[in-house]
C-alpha cells in the first residue's frame, strides 16, 4: 500500500511494506462498531468497555482531564452503560457515557487528557470523513503512575505517528508505527498522542494501553 502525506506544501510517498489493501476497502460493522475494536489481537472477549465522545472504547479506569480539571472518572467493570465485547459481538448496543465533552478527530493536537490505569486501555477508528489531511486522536493518553508505567501503542491496518506532546508540533518528528505493529513511550511530558495522514485505509484504527 502507498500512502499519500502533505504536510507543508511538500508533498511524501511512504510505502508502507506488506501492505496490499486499496483505500476503498469497506470495515465490517457489529451494532455500528468496528470490528478492528471487537477483534484485534489486544482484546478479549470478556473486556467490558464504554464508549465516551468521539467514538473512543475505554477499558478498565480512566480518568478525563481538561485544564487540570477532572471532568469524569471511568471503571468500565463497575458502570452500567459498560457492555463486554462478547455481549457487543452477539448483538449488544452500547451508548455514548453522559459526559459534558464534544471530542472528534481533530486536524490540531489534542487539549484533553486519558489518565488509564493499570491493565486499562483504549481504542478508536481514524475517520475517514472528517475531511482533515492530519488527524489526531481525540484525546491525549498518561498512565496513572508515569514514573513507572509506559503506555503502549499499537496501529491496525494503516500506519501513524505517535510521540509526547514534545513533538505534536512537528508531527513528522513523532515515531512511525506500522499496521499491525506497536510499541512503548516514554515522552518527555507524561502525555502522548497519535496522528496520521489521509489519506488512509477505511477501518484504519488504533489502540493505547496501560499494559
Known amino acids: 500500500m502507498k500512502k499519500v502525506i502533505c504536510l507543508l506544501s511538500v508533498i511524501a510517498i511512504f510505502v508502507i511494506g506488506g501492505f496490499s489493501v486499496n483505500a476503498d476497502v469497506k470495515t465490517q460493522e457489529e451494532n455500528g462498531i468496528s470490528s478492528e475494536i471487537l477483534n484485534n489481537n489486544k482484546v478479549k472477549d470478556s473486556d467490558t468497555l464504554l464508549k465516551i465522545p468521539g467514538d473512543v472504547y475505554i477499558h478498565g479506569k480512566a480518568t478525563i ?126 502525555s502522548s498522542a497519535a496522528w496520521t495522514y489521509s489519506p488512509f485505509v477505511a477501518g484504519a484504527s488504533w489502540y493505547v494501553g496501560n499494559i
Open 65 to 190: 482531564i481538561e485544564n487540570n480539571e477532572v471532568i469524569a472518572s471511568l471503571d468500565s467493570d463497575n458502570n452500567p452503560d459498560a457492555k463486554s465485547i462478547r455481549e457487543l459481538k452477539s448483538g449488544s448496543n452500547l451508548k455514548t457515557v453522559n459526559i459534558n465533552l464534544k471530542s472528534a478527530d481533530r486536524a490540531t493536537p489534542p487539549v484533553q487528557v486519558i489518565k488509564l490505569g493499570v491493565q486499562s486501555y483504549a481504542e478508536g477508528v481514524w475517520d475517514v470523513n472528517a475531511g482533515l489531511p492530519l488527524h489526531y486522536t481525540q484525546y491525549a493518553y498518561e498512565t496513572t503512575n508515569p514514573s513507572v508505567d509506559l503506555l503502549y501503542w499499537e496501529s491496525f491496518r494503516d500506519s501513524m505517528y505517535i510521540g509526547g506532546s514534545e513533538v505534536w508540533n512537528s508531527p513528522t518528528s513523532g515515531t512511525v508505527v506500522y499496521g499491525g505493529q506497536g510499541t512503548y513511550i516514554r515522552p518527555l511530558y507524561n
